[in-house]
T-cell receptor, first 110, second 113 residues
Framework: DTEVTQTPKHLVMGMTNKKSLKCEQHMGHRAMYWYKQKAKKPPELMFVYSYEKLSINESVPSRFSPECPNSSLLNLHLHALQPEDSALYLC?????????FGSGTRLTVV | QKEVEQDPGPLSVPEGAIVSLNCTYSNSAFQYFMWYRQYSRKGPELLMYTYSSGNKEDGRFTAQVDKSSKYISLFIRDSQPSDSATYLCAMSVNSGGYQKVTFGTGTKLQVIP
């Protein structure tokens, strides 16, 4: 299995909702990442987990809360988001060579 | 000066042309060099990965790294309409069990049938 799987593929949520994004990989990678990507821009790093510990938080607002329950799973909990948070949210994993992205969750905040 | 500079394009070529995509960088600490292809509204797909100066070939794709000039390129031979996408260069440094990646801004490529 050489994939990073993200669910859901699309999500529409209101500004008062709580939702979660899920990311899973079974490649044995010990580093996992959350990125945010706006249209026509490169991915922007949000969080890095290394060996299930949070290593980097790129000054992300607290309405985004990451969680790494085990070495294969990464969640991003969302609460009280703003319309400007609408974007493609990408998960990635790495171990040594390469850096594999999932296909992303297209999030729309209404 | 940005750590990674990439020509934003867009680049439009006829089918069958050779395409050259380029990035320059300023950080000598970068260890790994990657090219990603991203179709509209999809996640980036890793095309090529290398860590040394020189050429690496995979089918119609050749990645070239020149560490002395801080310059990387991706060549696409016999380009196809299916190659139409945004191409992102990326460079990384290993840091305590994870990779710190810096992306170029992406070059949008259109291959005209």
């Amino acid at each position: 299995d050489t994939e990073v799987t993200q669910t859901p593929k699309h999500l529409v949520m209101g500004m008062t909702n709580k939702k979660s994004l899920k990311c899973e990989q079974h490649m044995g990678h010990r580093a996992m990442y959350w990125y945010k990507q706006k249209a026509k821009k490169p991915p922007e790093l949000m969080f890095v987990y290394s060996y299930e510990k949070l290593s980097i938080n790129e000054s992300v607002p607290s309405r985004f809360s990451p969680e790494c329950p085990n070495s294969s799973l990464l969640n991003l909990h969302l609460h009280a988001l703003q319309p400007e948070d609408s974007a493609l949210y990408l998960c990635a994993s790495s171990q040594g060579t390469g850096y594999t992205f999932g296909s992303g969750t297209r999030l729309t905040v209404v | 000066q940005k750590e990674v500079e990439q020509d934003p394009g867009p680049l439009s070529v006829p089918e069958g042309a050779i395409v050259s995509l380029n990035c320059t960088y300023s950080n000598s600490a970068f260890q790994y060099f990657m090219w990603y292809r991203q179709y509209s509204r999809k996640g980036p797909e890793l095309l090529m990965y290398t860590y040394s100066s020189g050429n690496k070939e995979d089918g119609r794709f050749t990645a070239q790294v020149d560490k002395s000039s801080k310059y990387i390129s991706l060549f696409i031979r016999d380009s196809q309409p299916s190659d139409s996408a945004t191409y992102l260069c990326a460079m990384s440094v290993n840091s305590g069990g994870y990779q710190k990646v810096t992306f170029g801004t992406g070059t949008k490529l259109q291959v005209i049938p």
